[in-house]
């Protein structure tokens, strides 16, 4: 396991729908972290989702839970080795049953600046804009 990791833990209401769908986009179940509670889906060697069912998420909070189709609540940016990942990852989410998200001047926005984003809203509404950017150092 990596020494700096990375673990965004989200409520979910249907955890098997969940794994599912990101599964479909392409990212892994962790079985060893995995149980009726929560499952454990590894975007990378750094990040994780903890997906977590709505009566164990609150058992992590004294707060109430937020409604997270119906407002927003936080936006999970992750960045990607070129627009076509960001494409693919888009339409692959799109295709297991998220919604896409197009706000023409965000897009106009980050064009100006050599990135290439796009907004997709997962099936219990949390918002993940994959995106690319071509940076003076990258390799």
Known sequence: MASKMIFIN????DLERSKNFYESIGWKVNQDFTDGNAACIVVDDNICLMLLTKDFFTTFSTRPLGDSVGTVNGLYAISLGSA????ALTDAAVLAGATEEVNA???A????VGMHGRTFIDLD???WEPFYMAYPGAN
Do not use: F, M, N, T
Request: proline residues 6%; glycine residues 6%; without cysteine.
């Open 10 to 13: 989200l409520p979910v209401s």
């Open 105 to 107: 001047d965000k897009r």
């Open 125 to 127: 509404g949390h918002q």
């Open 84 to 87: 076509a990942e960001v494409d």
């Open 109 to 112: 926005q980050e064009a100006e």
